[in-house]
C-alpha cells in the first residue's frame, strides 16, 4: 500500500487550453488546430478511408495525411483545415458574438 507523500502537490485546474497551461504562444490557434484535426481524423477512420484515399479526397499528398493523423499541424492553416472538413462532408458554421466576460474574446471550436 502506497504511503502519503510528505510533501504537498499543488494541483491547478485546468483553463480548457492545454497549450494556454503550457504558456505557448498562440495557444488559441493551436487548440483550434488541434480540433479541427481530430474532426478530420475522425471523418477519415469513420468513412475507412486509407491513407492514400483520403489524399485524394482533400487534394494534398498521402505524407500530409500522415502528418495529420499524427498531428503535425506546423503546415497547416486554420482555414485549410476547415477545407479540408468541408471536403469530407461537414458542415462548419462560425458565429461570432459579444464575449460575455472581461478581457479578450476566444476561440471555440466544437466538433458534433
Same mark, same amino acid.
Request: glycine share 6%; hydrophobic share 45%.
Given at each position: 500500500?502506497?504511503?502519503?507523500?510528505?510533501?504537498?502537490?499543488?494541483?491547478e485546474?485546468?483553463?480548457?487550453? %492545454?497549450?494556454?497551461?503550457?504558456? &505557448?504562444?498562440?495557444a488559441?490557434?493551436?487548440?483550434?488546430? %488541434?480540433?479541427? +484535426?481530430?474532426?478530420?481524423?475522425?471523418?477519415?477512420?469513420?468513412?475507412? =478511408?486509407?491513407?492514400?484515399? +483520403?489524399?485524394?479526397?482533400?487534394?494534398?499528398?498521402?505524407?500530409?495525411?500522415?502528418a &495529420?493523423?499524427?498531428? &503535425?499541424?506546423?503546415?497547416?492553416?486554420?482555414?485549410?483545415?476547415?477545407?479540408?472538413?468541408?471536403? =469530407?462532408?461537414?458542415?462548419?458554421?462560425?458565429?461570432?458574438?459579444?464575449?460575455?466576460?472581461?478581457g479578450?474574446?476566444?476561440?471555440?471550436?466544437?466538433?458534433?
Amino acid at each position: 500500500m502506497a504511503r502519503p507523500s510528505k510533501s504537498a502537490e499543488k494541483i491547478e485546474t485546468s483553463s480548457g487550453n %492545454v497549450f494556454a497551461d503550457l504558456g &505557448l504562444p498562440d495557444a488559441a490557434e493551436l487548440d483550434t488546430k %488541434v480540433r479541427l +484535426a481530430v474532426a478530420i481524423n475522425r471523418q477519415i477512420t469513420s468513412r475507412r =478511408l486509407t491513407q492514400a484515399a +483520403a489524399a485524394q479526397v482533400l487534394s494534398i499528398n498521402q505524407p500530409k495525411i500522415s502528418a &495529420l493523423k499524427h498531428y &503535425l499541424l506546423d503546415g497547416f492553416s486554420v482555414e485549410r483545415l476547415m477545407t479540408f472538413l468541408t471536403a =469530407l462532408g461537414s458542415d462548419i458554421e462560425i458565429r461570432i458574438r459579444p464575449h460575455a466576460g472581461r478581457g479578450s474574446g476566444r476561440i471555440l471550436v466544437q466538433a458534433a
